[in-house]
């Protein structure tokens, strides 16, 4: 097969949601569906299925290890799909914003009766400003939920972007009977039963088919019909264009769990979702990802928490070219060679070794010596990808080192960690001048992460005190003169970040808004200028 079809066949995609809204469940279904888990549905079977997406992340949590966000790979009906997992809640860390970098679409999980969720809100933001195309499922239909037209409502209000429903729920709660498929005119009637049965779709001619009359409840016929037609006069157009441009989602409802539209759903997803796309590359323009010359750019850095073995594993995806083991490339941030000889490819926690994989594919591969950090580019030709910017910190610490003794030690650790990414380092000086460090994530579960390692690999004992206070972090940029005499609110911290930009930390919304009307020549902006 020529690599242009390799690429064309791969799906790399990641599941955005708010906690409890069904991830895990709908991802068991596409691995069920992909034929890389058996059986669905019974309790057994899903705690063994739950294990290779979520329970050895706990395993990895007890012992301390940094929470990975790695990839499932599964071929289904001709595709190969690379799904990215981003942890939840709990763990949810900066590793989960830079998964997204590594993603060419998303699937949008919403719960039909909690609707448009923080985490959800916040992951959202980060597909905006890259303008990952979104596709929007709304989970949970087999339970009363908010109004389908509402829902709808929900997003285009919330998110700033146009709604196509693709698919119309028949009923909600105990008489959700199916899906409408607005696009193929498709009537989905299910079974409720304890592996999601469902008969065999039935072609009909428009609503007004006699068969669709004798096979739905007369209400439910009355108010299918009313929606529709709803739809058809107050709803959006569909256009591919806007999809893929991030400013239109395509939306589906349905049940993950008795997996009523599951399957339509995957099979329009696979159809919607964009193959690799070419990437912009700093020195040579667009690389396409059909192109001979191998590339790729490392999303996420995780330390192997063996003491025996200081080496880390990195995960690169491929933005073009194919890869083979043992192939030796191009580092262009330090001009040397790497070799990727212990490269794996990634089932949940299984590794197995990779011989070969194509552009949109996920690799990890362990390193030990070179320093390697995220968003580096490694190429065969010359090449350098854009830099995964980091995002504004959200919780914040002051941090000690208990053991002033060590301070080389320290300052060695504390370098690493933010090397990769575990957690950002800012500065400031207070009114003696006295400098200190702040540490800042998204996510708490960064901070423990941080600590322990520091701890197990470095021998560091460090004190952190909170600062609840802070709740925002912006970069300021604008005219010199004009940072230098603009008004900081008294309850504003200046501080510096690892590269030295300028950055405030802010008690809430309202006082970025403040600074902001005093300040009319100065940008608070939520990534590092990119002159900087
Ligand atoms: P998450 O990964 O997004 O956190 O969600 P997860 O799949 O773990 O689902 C959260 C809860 O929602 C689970 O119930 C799950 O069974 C339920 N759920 C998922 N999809 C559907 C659906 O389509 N319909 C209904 N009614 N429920 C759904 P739980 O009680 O917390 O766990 P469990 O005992 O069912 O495993």
Same mark, same amino acid.
């Given at each position: ?185 498709? #009537? ?79 099979? /329009? ?18 690389? /396409? ?64 070794? #990779?011989?070969?994989?194509?552009a949109g594919d996920i690799i990890g591969f362990s390193y030990n010596k070179e320093p390697l950090s995220i968003g580096d580019t490694l190429s065969i030709k010359p090449c350098q990808y854009e830099m995964i910017p980091p995002f504004p910190p959200e919780m914040f610490a002051l941090v000690r080192n ?57 021998? #560091? ?5 909170f600062m609840p206070e802070y709740t925002h972090a912006r970069w300021i940029h604008g005219p010199a003169e004009k940072i230098e005499t603009m008004y900081w609110q008294y309850s504003a911290k200046k501080v510096t970040d690892s590269h030295d930009r300028l950055m405030a930390l802010f008690q809430g ?24």
């Amino acid at each position: 097969m020529s690599l242009f079809e390799e690429v064309r066949k791969r799906r790399t995609f990641a599941i955005i949601s708010h906690p409890d809204a069904g991830k895990t469940t709908l991802t068991e279904k596409f691995l069920l569906y992909g034929g890389a888990l058996q059986l669905a549905g019974s309790v057994s079977a899903k705690k063994k299925q739950r294990q290779v997406t979520s329970d050895w992340m706990d395993l990895e949590r007890q012992r301390g290890i940094s929470i990975s966000s790695t990839v499932l790979n599964f071929s289904y009906n001709g595709y190969i799909i690379n799904l990215l997992d981003t942890p939840g809640h709990q763990d949810f860390s900066e590793d989960t914003y830079r998964t997204l970098m590594a993603a060419d679409s998303v699937i949008m999980l919403i719960d039909n009766a909690k609707g448009v969720e923080t985490q959800t809100r916040k992951l959202f933001e980060v597909c905006r400003m890259r303008k990952i195309p979104v596709v929007t499922f709304i989970n949970k239909m087999d339970r009363f939920g908010k109004e389908p037209l509402g829902l709808l409502d929900e997003i285009e209000q919330h998110f700033g972007i146009k709604t196509y429903p693709f698919n119309w729920p028949i009923g909600e709660g105990e008489f959700f009977k199916g899906v409408y498929d607005r696009i193929h005119k498709t #009537i989905h009637l299910f079974e409720k039963t304890e592996h999601g049965k469902y008969k065999a779709p039935m072609q009909v001619s428009s609503l007004n088919d006699e068969k669709v009359r004798e096979l739905l409840p007369g209400e439910l016929y009355s108010q299918l019909v009313e929606e529709l037609e709803i739809l058809d006069i107050a709803g959006s157009e569909y256009s591919h264009d806007t999809y893929l441009d991030g400013d239109l989602t395509p939306v589906f409802f349905g049940s993950a769990m008795t997996n009523f539209g599951i399957e339509q759903f995957l099979n /329009h997803f696979l159809e919607l979702a964009p193959a690799p796309q070419s990437k912009k590359c700093r020195v040579n323009g667009l690389v /396409h990802p059909a192109d001979d010359g191998f590339s790729g750019f490392i999303f996420k850095i995780q330390a192997n928490m063996d003491p025996n073995h200081r080496d880390c594993i990195a995960f690169l995806r491929i933005c073009s070219g194919s890869f083979e083991r043992n192939m030796a490339v191009e580092h262009p941030k330090t001009g040397k060679t790497v070799r990727l000889n212990y490269s794996h490819k990634l089932f949940g926690q299984d590794r197995e070794t #990779i011989d070969q994989a194509f552009a949109g594919d996920i690799i990890g591969f362990s390193y030990n010596k070179e320093p390697l950090s995220i968003g580096d580019t490694l190429s065969i030709k010359p090449c350098q990808y854009e830099m995964i910017p980091p995002f504004p910190p959200e919780m914040f610490a002051l941090v000690r080192n208990k053991n002033p003794d060590k301070f080389k030690q320290f300052t060695k650790g504390i370098r690493q960690l933010a090397l990769e990414g575990v957690i950002q380092v800012l500065h400031f000086e207070d009114d003696l001048g006295q400098t200190g460090m702040i540490l800042g994530a998204v996510g708490q579960l960064q901070f423990e992460v941080f600590q322990y390692r520091l701890q197990t690999e470095y021998n #560091i004992e460090i004190e952190l005190n909170f600062m609840p206070e802070y709740t925002h972090a912006r970069w300021i940029h604008g005219p010199a003169e004009k940072i230098e005499t603009m008004y900081w609110q008294y309850s504003a911290k200046k501080v510096t970040d690892s590269h030295d930009r300028l950055m405030a930390l802010f008690q809430g919304e309202w006082s970025i808004d403040y600074m902001q009307e005093k300040n009319p020549d100065i940008e608070f902006l939520k990534v590092p200028p990119t002159d900087t």
